[in-house]
């Protein structure tokens, strides 16, 4: 089955910096790529997709961009506040089926 | 709020009892899907079903099973528990079209004892 590698697993920034998390995907048929903030004791909420057939998609302080040959895309956050502190997960999915493959998330801490 | 409803919030139960979770989608979306989240494992897909059928499967043991009932809300349930089935189990729902939104609820806190 689909698998989704992500990296870092933590990631501490000063406030302003801006952060990058990594996933790569195995299955070439993917072609919807979420990813998810999750703060503690929430369920995973929504911040931003991108599907296959677009390279890059920005909203506000967020980007993520999406490299179809090399089977990765990475999350974007610019001028991260302390508010942005959470773990993030990437996930996958394909055509054939709905459900999404999480990868293992990142710990993002934005120290002030 | 996403909008899809997890009840109960925290459960704390004794090892080999059955226990069941229950999940109100978004109004109008026909797909619920059911996650387990540990520490180790991070979010692993159990299974989806699609307007009252099964439509697919994930890492589900056999002595889990799930249901989604006409009105479209799902349960989830737990058998035969082991202290290793502690975790946070996830309700999500989405319109059926692949590639559409995935909305979580905010879980089911499981702790076998």
């Known amino acids: 089955g689909e698998n989704v590698e992500q990296h870092p697993s933590t990631l501490s920034v000063q406030e302003g910096d801006s952060a990058v998390i990594k996933c790569t995907y195995s299955?070439?048929?993917?072609?919807?790529f979420p990813w998810y903030k999750q703060e503690l004791g929430k369920g995973p909420q929504l911040i931003i997709d991108?599907?296959?057939?677009?390279g890059e998609k920005k909203d506000q302080r967020i980007a993520v961009t999406l490299n179809k040959t090399a089977k990765h895309f990475s999350l974007h956050i610019t001028e991260t506040q302390p508010e942005d502190s959470a773990v993030y997960f990437c996930a996958a999915s394909k055509p054939s089926r709905n459900a999404l493959n999480f990868g293992k998330g990142t710990s993002l801490l934005v120290t002030p | 709020d996403s909008g899809v409803t997890q009840t109960p919030k925290h459960l704390i139960t004794a090892t080999g009892q059955r226990v069941t979770l229950r999940c109100s989608p978004r109004s109008g979306d026909l797909s619920v899907y059911w996650y387990q989240q540990s520490l180790d494992q991070g979010l692993q897909f159990l299974i989806q079903y699609y307007n009252g059928e099964e439509r697919a499967k994930g890492n589900i043991l056999e002595r889990f099973s799930a249901q989604q009932f006409p009105d479209l809300h799902s349960e989830l349930n737990l058998s035969s528990l082991e202290l290793g089935d502690s975790a946070l189990y996830f309700c999500a729902s989405s319109v059926e079209t692949p590639g559409n939104t995935i909305y979580f609820g905010e879980g089911s806190w499981l702790t076998v004892v």
């Open positions: 991108i599907r296959s057939n677009v």
């Open positions: 299955d070439s048929a993917s072609n919807y």
